[in-house]
């Protein structure tokens, strides 16, 4: 009888509990992006809200083909083994980064995921950099943290950038995108007052492409996940590091795996 209980309970368990699964959602919002969702193993919605990870890519991978996105990033650095404890989610642009197509992803994400809104998180390369600084200009009372590689900004008002524990690393030896154009963000940032939530890091000697190995780091999200917007006081962890001899080992210890991946829509949900 006991044995029977048991075997009740974990068939009842089954319907909540999925091994990690990569999802391509093609049309999932009217006029908004297409995109890739990762939910990781054993993700259950009666248990827990997972935080959610939002990847902006930059130009190179821009089109109609959701594989593309799968060339570097934080979906990328899934597949070849890097473990992320979280909601990660890819979209896939033809242009300009929009702050609002950006936030439809989310409010998407929360409604048909159990997430923590508190633990929202936005990182991007070069114009996925751009991406990320435009969006938490746009809403900076809905990201808990946010990290801008090689990037910049378009937005009017970079004020809102300050209330944001912040991360922006640019190499001096990038030229696609100058390191002058970070510095123009951190300048306007300073022109607004208290930048106390702002790292900015300037690598002596780093080009534009090396930075993508910052995608397949643990301390990357680590750093990220060591903020939250219910924070009773809002501080930057400085406890983390960005250098070229750390840039060397982004992906030692990584074994690729397969995700097994599918295509469709999710439910919203119950």
Not at 138 to 165: F, Q
Request: charged share 20%; with cysteine; glycine share 8%.
């Amino acid at each position: 009888m006991r044995k029977t209980g048991i075997l009740l309970l974990f068939i009842l368990l089954i319907p909540t509990m999925v091994s990690a699964q990569l999802i391509a959602c093609r049309d999932s919002i009217k006029g908004g992006y297409n995109f890739w969702i990762y939910i990781p193993e054993d993700y259950d919605p009666e248990l827990c809200e997972l935080p959610v990870v939002m990847f902006l890519h930059g130009k190179s991978l821009c089109g109609n083909n959701l594989e593309k996105v799968l060339q570097y990033g934080s979906i990328d650095a899934l597949k070849m083994g890097r473990e992320i404890e979280a909601i990660v989610v890819a979209p896939q642009t033809n242009g300009a980064w929009k702050p609002k197509k950006v936030m439809d992803l989310f409010k998407w994400t929360a409604e048909h995921y159990a997430v923590d809104t508190n633990r929202f998180y936005v990182l991007g390369m070069s114009m996925g950099g751009y991406g990320t600084l435009d969006f938490v200009a746009t809403y900076p009372d809905k990201v808990a943290a946010a990290i801008a590689l090689c990037g910049g900004s378009t937005a009017n008002d970079l004020c809102g950038l300050t209330e944001v524990p912040l991360w922006i690393i640019h190499g001096t030896a990038d030229n696609m995108v100058p390191v002058k154009c970070s510095q123009r963000v951190v300048d306007s940032m300073c022109s607004c007052g208290d930048t106390s939530l702002l790292i900015f890091n300037k690598m002596d000697k780093i080009n534009h492409s090396r930075l993508a190995r910052v995608f397949y780091m643990d301390q990357t999200y680590d750093w990220l996940f060591s903020h939250a917007l219910n924070d009773s006081v809002r501080t930057v962890n400085r406890n983390y590091t960005m250098t070229n001899a750390i840039l060397d080992k982004a992906y030692k210890g990584l074994k690729p795996k397969k995700l097994p991946t599918k295509d469709g829509k999710a439910k919203k949900k119950q």
